[in-house]
């Protein structure tokens, strides 16, 4: 298995494109383009617990390894989703210091956690790996949490001060909503909401992250110091690639 936690904390930018088809073969696609990373998102994209084993399987053996969006904070679908082998899990709408807490203990085998131990699952090479895998498991497999809402950022240097959560990622689209300004990533106070991010991320020793809603927001969040991105989607991008060929097809019919 490769990882991606030791890169992510020295503070490289990191990049990822979200796999939400439920499709191994979009992720595939995405680490063949060499993307650094792969956002599977279990929370919003269309696929289950069947096809999340081979979108991680085609992770595992690629140059693009899985952080799983998982679609809620329990201590079972981490144990399930890790031990399939990914590299690492990012929470949705995590609002206070107790559920990152929650979190950042069912990434973790005990002492320093709950999640329960198997030798088999492919995340140790079907008992093949074990030993090396539960040794380096608790430092090697990345902790996102997602922080979506006003209450979230209210919280937010409480939240970065918890030992175990390595990056607060921004939804962005949630937290205008949140903020009653949907999608108005420009404003002020929007900006201001995600430089409270980042500079609590500064303050504990974590890493901001954050998905851009166009291409046009990466430069000047690069400035602000957001250091992990998702890109974009194989959803979002196959619907817009299709749209526009439909158009030139279009044309063409005059």
């Known amino acids: 298995m490769k990882f991606i936690r030791e890169r992510v904390l020295s503070g490289e930018r990191m990049f990822s494109i979200a796999a939400q088809l439920g499709s191994s073969l979009t992720v595939e696609m995405i680490s063949n383009a060499g993307f650094d990373w792969t956002w599977i998102d279990c929370e919003h994209g269309s696929g289950d617990y069947s096809e999340l084993i081979h979108q991680v399987q085609v992770a595992r053996l690629g140059d693009a390894p899985a952080v799983v969006r998982i679609p809620a904070n329990n201590p079972t679908i981490f144990k399930r989703t890790l031990d399939l082998g990914a590299a690492g899990i990012m929470v949705p709408y995590v609002n206070t210091a107790d559920e990152a807490k929650q979190a950042a203990l069912s990434m973790r085998y005990q002492p320093e956690g709950i999640r329960g131990v ?16 539960y040794a380096k498991a ?8 997602q922080i979506e809402t006003v209450e979230g950022v209210a919280n937010v240097d409480e939240i970065a001060a918890v030992p175990g959560v390595d990056v607060l990622f921004v939804g ?3 937290l205008s ?5 949907i999608k ?4 002020p106070d929007f900006e201001a909401n995600l430089d409270k991010v980042v500079a609590a991320c500064k303050k504990h020793g974590k890493i901001p992250g ?4 166009t291409m046009e927001f990466l430069p000047p969040w690069i400035e602000k110091g ?3 991105f998702v890109v974009g989607s194989d959803s979002i991008n196959l619907a817009k690639l299709l749209g526009d060929l439909s158009g030139q097809c279009a044309e063409l019919k005059s």
């Open 184 to 187: 108005q990533f420009k404003n």
């Open 226 to 228: 957001f250091s992990v």
């Open 118 to 133: 198997a030798g088999s699952p492919p995340c140790s090479g079907f008992a093949q790996n074990f030993d090396d895998y």
């Open 177 to 181: 909503i949140s903020m009653g300004m």
């Open 210 to 213: 954050i998905l851009t809603p």
């Open 172 to 174: 962005p689209m949630d």
């Open 138 to 145: 608790n430092d090697n497999l990345v902790t996102m949490v």
